[in-house]
């Protein structure tokens, strides 16, 4: 989100804040510094290539985000290069930024450092940056998505837990200890709607946040679709049992957090795009070396694209929802 999300990225310490995309192949703009490798030259300033949400190297800092939001403030214009690089429509960038006026005006003393301004944008936007969200088999649901769990006594967690989270948890353990399970099952499920769920872990109870993470710019073939299974089992392949980074940069309309995944220092949509393992969701992603990723995956008949012409998944899902919508007006 132009100047703004630059604040993720920190100085040039090498700081990982936020989403500097970058695959294994040369990425179409060159960010100025990532886990301290080397920027290139820098361009003149018209020639500077956009990166993700109109970001350019010259636009860093603090002082870039208080400038965005004072021009926001005054005009209630979001800056012109956004559109060119999220599909988000202008009325919910317009939001966000409202957002992010209000959590920046509500915060004594402002942001000082570019750390001050991830946690402020995160908390603002409700937006999450992790590095060890550990993914388990059965919690990949297809080739596009997985679900990952946070224990609470992760101090990043523990502070957020809301307190009807806390109530639930304890009236839960009231009621097993009077052996009331129906209850204490009811009561889980209330935690599962609140996005928390009770785990095991070295035969303790541990209470966990639910993550819902949905593959940006990526879309694989459903389960019940030829090549469905066979597409989860790429990715359990490629993260199951393992800690995974997450880049996110939106929530979507299923609650989902829609992100960039890093798994041992691979791409996973890369990954999962070159194999033939999903299609490029060009609707929502623009990215041209997604689309590349797929012409090649497509021309060397890997994965899906062996089958010859492979049915899209969101015409599957369209006709599903049809079929299920016939067959209400007939009942």
Known sequence: MGNILRCFKGDDDGGDHYPYYKPTSRPHYQPPHYHGQPAA??????????????????????????????????????????????VSSRKAQVKWY????????????????PANAAQLIARALNMIQRADLEVYDKCIGDGDGFTAYVPTTDPRESANVPLEVHELVIARTQARKCRDYKSADALLSSLDEAGYKIISCSDDEVLARKYRIRMRGIDA???????????????VKLIGGKSVKIYVYDLDQFGRYVGDIYCNNLFIQEQMLKNGHAW????????????????????????????????????????????????????
């Open 98 to 113: 409202q957002k992010l006026l209000e959590a920046y005006k509500n915060t004594t003393p402002p942001p000082k450092t």
């Open 280 to 331: 490029h969701f060009k609707t929502y992603d623009k990215r041209p070396e997604f689309a590349r990723w797929e012409r090649e995956a497509r021309a060397a008949n890997r994965g899906l694209w062996a089958s010859g012409n492979p049915e899209k998944p969101w015409d599957w899902r369209r006709d599903q929802r049809n079929a299920r919508q016939d067959a209400i007006q007939v009942y």
């Open 221 to 235: 073939p459903e389960l019940k679709m030829p090549y469905g299974k066979e597409s989860r089992n790429a990715l």
């Open 41 to 86: 030259p820098p361009a003149p300033l018209q020639q500077q290539p956009l990166g993700p949400h109109g970001v350019t190297p010259s636009t860093v800092g603090v002082a870039a985000l208080a400038h965005d939001l004072l021009n926001f403030e005054s005009t209630s214009m979001v800056p012109d290069g956004l559109s060119q690089h999220v």
